[in-house]
C-alpha cells in the first residue's frame, strides 16, 4: 500500500466538469488499496468516506507533499515549485493534450493573447516532461504525441530504450472510465417534464461543454430540417453557460433563436447537471451526440461525456475524425458522420429514431465494449505504478532548482513579451498560480 496525493487542477464538487470527474474517480477506485489524499482548487460539497479531500493551498500542499509516496497530477493552476523540487515520484496526467487544445481555444482571440498563453503552458508542460518519473494520457494517438515530446525534451535515453523499447514503463494510456454499476433511473427530468419536451418525444442529448473546438450548429440545422416534417425530436444540451457567455455559447443560443427552434425544439439545461443525477438525463434520450470540427486537435482529443452515452447504452451520433468516431464505426455502436454535414445528421438521427433493430444492435455493442472503460480496468497502468512506484527522473536538487529558475524568467519574459509593461503586474497576479498561492 501507498500513499497517494492527487492534486487536481478542476473543481471537484457536485456539478464538476470532466476533468473534476477524472479526480474523483481515480481517488475513489485507489482508496481501495492506498491511503489517498485529494487536493482540489477551491471549496468542494462532495465528501467521500474512502478518501480525504482538501483545499488546495500552499500550507496543505507542502504537508501532503511530505506524507505522499505518489503524487498524480495533470499540474495546472497550482504552484509547481514544490511538487517539482520534491524527490517524490511523480505520475503527470497529460490526458489531454493541452498546447494543441490551446491553439484552437485561441483561434478567435488577439495573437498577443494568444501566444502569451501558448508560451506560458508550453514552458511548464516543458517542467512536467523534465520531472515526471511515470506519465499517463488517454489513448495511442496521444502517446505517440506525448513519446514525440519527450523525446524532443531529452527524457527517452538510449539507456531506457534498452530497457524498455515499448516505453510503457514511461507513459502509458490511462483514458477516462466508465462507472461499474449500472446506472438506475430516480426521477423523471425531461420528458413529460421539462416544458416543449413530451413523454412521447425523442431527445437528442448534448452531454458536455460547447467549447470552441465542437461544432454544435449541425444538429441545431438538421433539428431545424427535420422539425419541418416532424415534431417529436428534441434537442436538449446539458452544461453550464458561463458569465460572461463564451463566443461558442453565444453562437449556439443565436441560431437556435434564428431558426425558431429555441425552447421549442432546442432546450439548454443553463448548468451542470449534479454527478450523482447525470443518468436520469441520459437514460431519458435516445441519441447521444457529439460533433467537431476538422482539426489537429479532434485527432488527439478525447471526448468524456461519450463515456457516459456508453455506460446508459446510448447510441451515438459523432463525427469521423477523432478516437471516438473511429472507435464508433469500428464497434457499431451508432453512427458517424463527416464534420460540418448537415444532411449526414439529418440522415443518421432519422434512421435511428425510425429502425429500432437499428438501435437494439447498437445497444447489444454498447454492453460488450463498456467492461473495456470501466474505471477498475482503464486505470490499471495507475495502479501499477502506485503499487512499486519508481523514480525515472534526474533527482539532483541544482539542476532542478536552476530549471525551476530558468521557467520563472521565462513566465516574466513571456508576459513583458506579448502583454506590454502597463500589464504585467496583473497578468502575474491573474494569469500565473506560481505568484498567486
Partial sequence: MSSVLLISSNPVNQRMTGPGIRYWEMATYLAEKHAVVLLVPGETDLISSKFQIFKTTRKNLKRWLSWAD????????????????????????????????????????????ARLSLAYYLARVRLLL???DFFICSHERQRDFWVGMLTAWGRITPELYREDPELKRLIQPVPFGLPAEKPIHTQRVLKGVRKGISASDKVILWGGGLWSWFDPCIVIRAVHEIHRVRSDIKLVFLGKIEDPVPQSYREVLKLSKELGLYDRYVFFTG???????????????????????????SRLAWRTRILDYLWCELPVIATRGDFWGDWIEKEGLGITVDPESVDQMKAAILELVDHPEKVEQCRANLRRVADKFSWPSVLQPLEIFCL??????SSAFFPKTGKLISFYLRVMYNILRYNGYKKVGSAIFSRCPEFVI
Wanted: proline share 8%.
Fill in 271 to 297: 448548468q451542470w447537471i449534479p454527478y450523482q443525477e447525470r443518468q436520469n438525463y441520459l437514460l431519458e434520450a435516445d441519441i447521444g451526440i457529439s460533433t467537431h470540427f476538422a482539426s489537429f486537435e
Fill in 70 to 113: 505518489v503524487i498524480v497530477t495533470t499540474g495546472y493552476k497550482f504552484p509547481l515549485d514544490l511538487v517539482f523540487l520534491s524527490q517524490k515520484p511523480l505520475v503527470v496526467d497529460l490526458y489531454a493534450p493541452l498546447p494543441i487544445e490551446l491553439l484552437e481555444h485561441h483561434r478567435s482571440s488577439s495573437l498577443s493573447e
Fill in 130 to 132: 523534465d520531472r515526471g
Fill in 388 to 393: 512499486n512506484p519508481k523514480q525515472t527522473h
